[in-house]
């Protein structure tokens, strides 16, 4: 295994639901020394005990092997709430409604951080019937490219993967669709809502300056 539980990550847990060190010995068949020599580096469980170590501590195996505990805050599967990884690696883009632990080539991967977009990395959206059609304006190299533009509403999500040396375009059904997302693979993730008032006209707006006039006058105007 590449990873495995910390004697930190049973200490925070053993705090955390109250229990010291004899009490959780206790429940897993073992002496408050093991358990000591455990959080002190000093040693490991044995694998056989990660599941009931997790039961003590009320989560699962993946989250106690990580350090990551999830809550669910997901109940209401709200789209808005999407986190994206992507593993440095092969590249994968692996998509989640609300917060996981996602491993790929035995890496625990970070959701990538939504920035706004900035000179670098600008997005251009027209509207064309139902659909619209995303463009960013950034090369296409094997080293340096938008590896995947997505397109989220409150109850779906539209991605389109990217390679290099291909175009940073996608086009995306319009169905309710309220922010753009998309990976770069130096910079990480930017995010680009659409604006009411401005992403709905029958064109673009290539002149990064008037499209933030443009967005400042629809808030007021739409809240």
Known sequence: MNQYVTGAVI?????????????????????????SKWETGKGYPDITL??????AFRVSVTELISGNTITNVNVSANMMRSKFYVCPVCGN???SMGEAV???????LAPLEAEPTDERHMVFIER????????????MTKEHYISFIAAASSDGMQMVKLYPEGSAEARFKVRGVKKIFFGCNRDGLFLQDIVK????RDRSHDDTEERRALEETARKLFG
């Not at 990660?50 to 039961?55: C, F, G, N, Q, T």
């Not at 996602?102 to 625990?108: D, E, K, Q």
């Not at 008032?197 to 709905?200: F, L, N, Q, T």
């Open 11 to 35: 200490k925070a847990l053993r705090e955390k639901n109250k229990l010291n060190q004899l009490q959780l010995a206790d429940r897993l068949g073992v002496s408050d020394k093991t358990v």
């Open 197 to 200: 008032g401005i992403d709905d």
């Open 102 to 108: 996602i491993n790929c080539h035995g890496i625990t």
């Open 50 to 55: 990660l599941e009931p170590i997790a039961d």
């Open 128 to 139: 064309i019937e139902d659909e619209y059609y995303v463009r960013i304006e950034h090369p």
């Open 93 to 95: 883009v692996i998509h």
